[in-house]
């Protein structure tokens, strides 16, 4: 079983910064394309960003790009979102895990990303 714990989270204003962090456990044997997505109250949950298991294949949702950056640390089993000028659309509970075409783990508890205007 694989754990995914996401952290990071928090208040902030229109045109702040926040990083989000998750870490994987468990049972994992492999190298996997890892994605953040978020999910925005009454709407379905969306993919952010991916990144390839070497990043060197990177995906960002057109609304995000040239604001998030994406990274992984292999060895810590850890994947990080770097968010910048952060909008009030952004705001959303972020989650990890496996991005296409790989299925997913279980889902962690997430963590809330709220932008205020």
């Known amino acids: 079983q694989v754990q995914l714990v996401e952290s990071g989270g928090g208040l902030a204003q229109a045109g702040g910064s926040l990083r989000l962090s998750c870490a994987a456990s468990?049972?994992?044997?492999?190298?996997?394309?890892m994605g953040w997505y978020r999910q925005a109250p009454g709407k379905e949950r969306e993919l952010v960003a991916s990144i390839s298991s070497t990043s060197r294949t990177i995906y960002y949702q057109d609304s995000v790009k040239g604001r998030f950056s994406i990274s992984r640390d292999n060895a810590k089993k850890t994947v990080d979102l770097q968010m910048n000028s952060l909008k009030p659309e952004d705001t959303a509970v972020y989650y990890c895990?496996?991005?296409?075409?790989?299925?997913?783990?279980?889902w962690g508890q997430g963590t809330q990303v709220t932008v205020s205007s």
């Open positions: 468990g049972s994992i044997s492999g190298a996997y394309t």
């Open positions: 895990n496996r991005a296409p075409p790989y299925g997913k783990w279980p």
